[in-house]
């Protein structure tokens, strides 16, 4: 005897069946959706130029993302000065969590100790960054 073919829509797909959801849930949730893909995509044909009712004609234009200066140097110091903006903050935090250890150590000595080198170690890492930056500044002065 041949198995049963299962009714109520093609097989394996899982039906959510909600009591009191409406029959045509699908109009009502798909609908909408394919509605608003239809009509929120604005113009994105492949044409370059100006734009208007013919589409341009004009060259296409792409902006340098490293902006003007894109040489190795250039792209170096936009690094490091990324780099101290970053490291400015991370240097203060580590100060706190540095001096919160040496106040909760009470009488251990241990931890004294490791709240001072938290906060040496946090001087250490800034001060690289800004040597860092010195060093390209004077590579910078010789190459150009």
């Not at 041949?2 to 039906?15: A, H, N, Q, T």
């Not at 935090?93 to 100790?113: P, Y």
């Amino acid at each position: 005897m041949l198995p049963r073919p299962r009714s109520g829509g093609m097989p394996g797909i899982i039906k959510f069946v909600i009591p009191g959801m409406p029959k045509n849930i699908k109009k009502i949730i798909y609908y909408p959706v394919f509605l608003f893909f239809v009509y929120s995509v604005n113009e994105s044909l492949a044409q370059g130029g100006t734009g208007g009712s013919s589409g341009g004609t004009g060259p296409i234009t792409i902006k340098n993302p490293l902006g003007d200066d894109a040489s190795f140097l250039g792209i170096i110091n936009k690094v490091i000065d990324y780099l101290i903006y970053i490291s400015v903050p991370i240097l203060a935090l580590m100060i706190l969590v540095g001096g919160f250890q040496i106040l909760t150590a009470r009488d251990d000595a241990e931890k004294v100790k490791s709240g001072r080198n938290t906060i040496m170690w946090a001087v250490v890492g800034f001060l690289i960054v800004l040597v860092s930056k010195g060093v390209a500044l004077i590579l910078i002065g010789i190459i150009k």
